[in-house]
């Protein structure tokens, strides 16, 4: 089993940055992918960044390449998602999630309960 617990959302001017955080805890949570994914209202969830736990081999959604990164800390179990120069249309609830990996949702077996980010024009 492995938890997932994400902090970090909060309100943010366009333009702005937040820094995401995903603290995992589990027997096996290190042979996992860690992705990002993010759900706005009346909309799907969608891939925005994964990064291979053991290589740190990371891979984008290709719209956001450039201004979201990706990375892990080992020695705290966590994985963040830095947020620059963010817009309105970043506005979501951003979910945490580990598994076997790739850019869709079905590809990830654990979650985070999500945590609110609201980019103000």
């Known amino acids: 089993q492995v938890q997932l617990v994400e902090s970090g959302g909060g309100l943010v001017q366009a333009g702005g940055s937040l820094r995401l955080s995903c603290a995992a805890s589990?027997?096996?949570?290190?042979?996992?992918?860690m992705g990002w994914f993010r759900q706005a209202p009346g909309r799907e969830r969608e891939f925005v960044a994964r990064?291979?736990?053991?290589?740190?081999?990371?891979y984008y959604a290709d719209s956001l390449k450039g201004r979201f990164i990706i990375s892990r800390e080992n020695a705290k179990n966590t994985v963040y998602l830095q947020m620059n120069s963010l817009k309105p249309e970043d506005t979501a609830v951003y979910y945490c999630?580990?598994?076997?990996?790739?850019?869709?949702?079905?590809?990830?077996?654990?979650w985070g309960q999500g945590t609110q980010v609201t980019v103000s024009s």
């Open positions: 589990g027997r096996t949570f290190s042979t996992y992918v």
């Open positions: 999630a580990a598994g076997r990996g790739g850019s869709s949702a079905a590809g990830y077996n654990y």
């Open positions: 990064v291979n736990w053991s290589s740190n081999r990371s």
